[in-house]
């Protein structure tokens, strides 16, 4: 019986240990997780490839005239985007770097900060701010880099020569060339996620269906009957979606292959650009679709795709059995 009296204060203070110093012990983790929008990720430029691996390196592989593939020092990435010729990268800390082609000031980043997310258009970069507004550096000629007045804005992105940004309440904003439409998307709600293509932009929305405007020429706007989706790229003239249970599908434009990717299974992520399709599979590996003229065609493992673990939860979960067994064993002895 002493020894019963003496575990039950034991047991109560190991559950006030799992439920404050567990959680707070393993955050800094659980943060860094769920910092990036995938960890680890892949990005597809106009014909180079970006991955950033589970340890916050970054590798590149294709054309690599600009030095757009000069990542090999960058570390702490939490995100990726690369242009036509020239890669951004978020560090944890909320700054950028940028390495690539810099004729119009597309990677002017140095002095950016609370930056949570990136775009990169052909020759333009655009960035997205902790407080929800953005920013823009780079070509302005259509005045795709004219964001300065956007605000609860949740995700950007950014081509050719157009801006996206959705924002918290679902609907979405745009600037820049509209030549063929790419920017009436004024009229869209319930979005959850969008995609620039050369001169065409695509929407998800909540019930995982999928809306388009812009050119069509090469039926890159054909998703009509796309359900299930949980993400969606757009490159030149092709569009991708990752269906729900990991497989993939895509529209547009084929002269490379860039769409054969049917035969693709446990993707958890999808990127796409010029001519090729990148896709990361859930065991880290990358598989690709396309032109390979420069080598853009990766063929990484990355590192375990890994969802951030709610360990404030599990702590949670952990001290209410440690207080059962607790309360178990005072009653039992009660009735002994």
């Not at 700054?95 to 609370?114: I, K, L, S």
């Not at 600037?175 to 319930?190: A, M, R, Y």
């Not at 020429?217 to 054909?222: I, L």
């Amino acid at each position: 019986m002493k020894n019963r009296r003496i575990l039950l204060p034991a047991l109560l203070y190991i559950a006030l240990i799992f439920t404050l110093i567990l959680p707070a012990s393993v955050l800094n983790t659980a943060s860094v997780l769920a910092q990036g929008q995938v960890t680890p990720m892949v990005a597809a430029g106009y014909a180079h490839t970006v991955g950033v691996e589970t340890d916050g390196t970054v590798v590149a592989v294709g054309n690599n005239e600009s030095g757009q593939c000069d990542v090999g020092n960058w570390t702490g990435i939490t995100q990726v985007a690369a242009g036509a010729a020239h890669t951004v990268g978020v560090k944890t800390d909320g700054t950028v770097v940028a390495a690539g082609w810099n004729e119009f000031g597309q990677c002017d980043v140095g002095n950016w900060t609370d930056i949570t997310q990136i775009a990169a258009g052909y020759v333009h970069t655009v960035g997205l701010k902790t407080g929800g507004t953005a920013v823009a550096v780079g070509n302005n000629e259509f005045g795709q880099c004219e964001v300065g007045n956007w605000t609860d804005i949740t995700q950007v992105a950014a081509s050719y020569i157009h801006t996206l940004g959705l924002k918290t309440d679902g609907t979405v904003v745009a600037v820049g060339n509209n030549e063929f439409g790419q920017c009436d998307v004024g009229n869209w709600t319930d979005i959850t996620q969008v995609a620039a293509g050369y001169i065409h932009t695509l929407g998800l929305k909540t019930d995982g269906t999928v809306v388009a405007v812009g050119n069509n020429e090469f039926g890159q706007r054909d998703v009509g009957n796309w359900t299930d989706i949980t993400q969606v790229a757009a490159g030149y003239a092709h569009t991708v979606g990752l269906k729900a249970g990991g497989t993939v599908v895509a529209a547009g434009n084929n002269e490379f292959g860039q769409c054969d990717v049917g035969s693709w299974t446990d993707i958890t992520q999808v990127a796409a650009d010029y001519a090729h399709t990148v896709g990361l599979k859930a065991r880290g590996t990358v598989v690709a679709a396309g032109l390979d003229d420069d080598s853009a065609l990766a063929e990484w493992n990355l590192g375990l795709v890994v969802s951030p673990i709610n360990w404030p939860l599990i702590g949670g979960i952990i001290a209410v059995v440690v207080v059962g067994l607790a309360i178990f064993f005072e009653r039992r002895d009660r009735h002994a």
